[in-house]
Nanobody, 129 residues
């Protein structure tokens, strides 16, 4: 079983930065396909970025150049560095993972992680003007 716990959310002004963390247990992050997804109030869940077990990264177009995924194998933690935050980035952010994931990171992003098996509880990010 993979367990995921997010942290790092909060309130920030537009243009600011936040770093989210997702601590994993039960499996090594280096062997997982992991990603960040978000759901704004009244909207469907959407993919933000995914890092596959081989280190390849995929991002949603709306965050490319502003957000970056990384992982710390020693800490068994996934991160999402969010820069130049916009009002429309306000959402609940979820960390998700899957083992032996074969659909590819781009699909995971575009599908909102529909076939990811493990999810965290989410952390709220609120961007204000």
């Amino acid at each position: 079983q993979v367990q995921l716990v997010e942290s790092g959310g909060g309130s920030v002004q537009a243009g600011g930065s936040l770093r989210l963390a997702c601590a994993a247990s039960g499996y090594s992050v280096s062997r997982l396909c992991m990603g960040w997804f978000r759901q704004a109030s009244g909207k469907e869940r959407e993919g933000v970025g995914v890092i596959d077990s081989d280190g390849s990264e995929s991002y949603a177009d709306v965050v490319k150049g502003r957000f970056a995924i990384s992982r710390d194998n020693a800490e068994n933690t996934l991160y999402l560095q969010m820069n130049s935050l916009k009002l429309e980035d306000t959402a609940m952010y979820y960390c998700a993972a899957d083992t032996y994931y074969s659909s590819g990171g781009a699909f995971a992003v575009s599908s909102g992680g529909s076939d990811f098996g493990y999810w965290g509880q989410g952390t709220q990010v609120t961007v204000s003007s």
